[in-house]
DNA sequence: GTTAGTAGTATACAAAAGGTTAGTAGTAAC
DNA sequence: GTTACTACTAACCTTTTGTATACTACTAAC
């Protein structure tokens, strides 16, 4: 009854490894939702905050804090008066596109189901 | 300096609902691994358990329960003496499939990269 | 001079998630 | 008769995550 291609234990242990390094460092409520707010322009403190809704000040904070130290945003000082902070994606965030795709076409899919479900 | 395709508020703003959507469902430290244990094999719940490292009994039940719920898993119960429970994948469970993969790879990819930095 | 915006941090607290331990009730091996 | 396995669940505790409020220090508009 099953088609799926069989998956070894070897593989499997493979996969759980690999999923378990990658939620690591991208896991949790809100790291994705910040690279898409940065995916769209780079972006200064308040204005993440307005995009990415419910976000808190003191969250994003430290969100982009992790997400500077494994290396998918920098952040930019421009030194004037008022000191203007700008985030932007390094090129290693942009290893991830394919994750955010996926994810991306699968919610939309999962919303249209749970729409027609009713 | 940037190559990316520029994306569009709207663009934005579309996928950041279609990742908060899919991460309703499949967010969280477990429910990815978990699939990814039955997407090896049925699996009874102590085998899960041993599968998935370092979740306890408590939250791989609490897991399996909203895994069932949002249709990803059916629990079957075979009615014996001992009684034995197998849960298993449903084909929506399949449509996951894409996100795994990326994030598989992307997990892969992310591990050599830690290595070579070192 | 009051309000709003810049980019946050400090403090305190609440809620959610996850972990630990122990226990159920039955079977079966040693 | 002691241990281990089956599939969990209850109670309790800790950790993580998030919220609310206030505050800094400076600028600019009304």
Redesign the pocket.
């Known amino acids: 009854m099953q088609l799926k291609t069989p998956v070894t234990a070897q593989e499997c242990k493979g996969s759980l490894t690999a999923i378990g390094d990658a939620l690591y460092v991208i ?4 790291k994705l939702r910040v690279i898409v707010a940065l995916r769209e322009d780079n972006k ?4 993440i905050q307005r995009t990415v809704e ?6 994003l ?4 804090k992790e997400l500077e130290m494994n290396g998918f945003v920098k ?1 930019i000082v421009h030194p004037q ?7 932007e994606l390094t090129e290693y965030a942009d290893t991830l596109d394919e994750v955010l795709d996926a994810l991306k076409s699968w919610g939309t899919m999962h919303r249209e189901k749970l729409k027609s479900d009713r």
């Open positions: 896991g949790g409520k809100w200064r403190f308040n204005e419910g976000i808190s000040a003191r969250v904070s430290s969100e982009l952040r008066t008022p000191v203007i902070v700008e985030y």
